[in-house]
């Protein structure tokens, strides 16, 4: 029996607006699910609702078998840690680490010895006696995970709780979640706008979009095989690029060439002869020098971007755009055609009408 179960949940504001459409999920004790999606498509409004912070306005939401929908938040045994640090200003770290327990009546010797452990664990041992406002953003953001984590819930919801940090402390923060996540084996349910979170993060990764559920899986399936294009869009840096074109004779014409989509469409070639479809392929999927039995294009390069260890290369292919990602070392110049090469096993077909993939 899975320990969190949502079953067709939505969320129906009074004004009539569908937040969120039948949403469905399982989550295994101890498991770390992120969900991801643009803003607005109700991934907060889900984490709030399993948190008993809003009610749910049609389905069913379990823990550990047990119907929660009408328990308050405190019933529940979750921690939640929100964007915003919510600390108390006027308390040290100290104080602001043991309140919650100090409601609880739990006695001093045992908060003095939570306290303390947390605090090691977060690497805020000398910052105990500081106030908040004496401590950088990451010790901040350390000091609210340390006020949930310290309660010793089965449940951990995290809203966005990096998103007020520069991009080095995100990436150490990261790190240390998912090390507290490992010691403390609490299921989390962790929601975010980044992709790359999700990615580093996730056990498994919940891609929302308008209030639906696109996609649940792990980072690896909805990287290497999204649903639709939304999902392949939505997950990779930079996006997965998009060719769209007519089916003639089982090939499509891009550019000056022609690619063989007929074996791509095995069963389906019949169907989608003389109909749209997009052709999708990642920017890290191409290679410069040709191997059998590749897809080779070709275009006009517009702009190139140099970040270090890799560069993005953006190139015109005839009423299409698309960016390739390639060494420092094989970087062209701009305004020249460039020849690129993409494996067979690198390229998806989407249907253009509907965006889901043509398995």
Known sequence: MAYLTLRNVNKIYPNGFHAVHDFNLEAEKGEFIVFVGPSGCGKSTTLRMIA?????????????????????????????????YALYPHMTVYDNLAFGLSLQGVDEDVIEKRVQKTAEILGLTEYLDRMPRALSGGQRQRVAVGRSIIRKVGVFLMDEPLSNLDA?????????????????????????HDQT????????????????????????????????????????????????????????????REIDVKDKLGAHAAEYEGKEIVMGFRPEAISLSAQAEDYALSGMVE?????????????????????????????????????????????????????????
């Open 197 to 256: 979170e999700a990615m580093t993060m996730a056990d498994r990764i919940v891609v929302m979009k308008d209030g639906y559920i696109q996609q649940v899986g792990t980072p690896k399936e909805v990287y290497f095989r999204p649903v639709n294009m939304f999902v392949a869009g939505f997950i990779g840096e930079p996006p997965m690029n998009f060719i769209r074109r007519t089916v003639q004779d089982g090939k499509i014409l891009v550019g000056s």
């Open 303 to 359: 702009l190139t971007e140099m970040l270090g260890d890799n560069a993005n290369v953006y190139v015109d292919i005839e009423e299409s755009k698309a960016i390739l990602k390639v060494t420092p070392h094989e970087i062209p110049e701009m305004d020249e055609e460039i020849v690129f090469y993409i494996p067979r096993g690198s390229v998806y077909l989407f249907d253009a009408k509907t965006e889901e993939i043509i398995d």
């Open 168 to 192: 080095k402390q995100r990436v150490t923060m990261r790190s240390e979640i998912t090390q507290i996540h490992r010691e403390t084996g609490a299921t989390t349910i962790y929601v975010t």
């Open 52 to 84: 008993g912070l809003e009610d749910i306005s049609k389905g069913e939401f379990l823990i550990n078998g047990n119907l929660a929908n009408n328990l308050g938040p405190r019933e529940r045994e979750v921690a939640m840690v929100f964007q915003s």
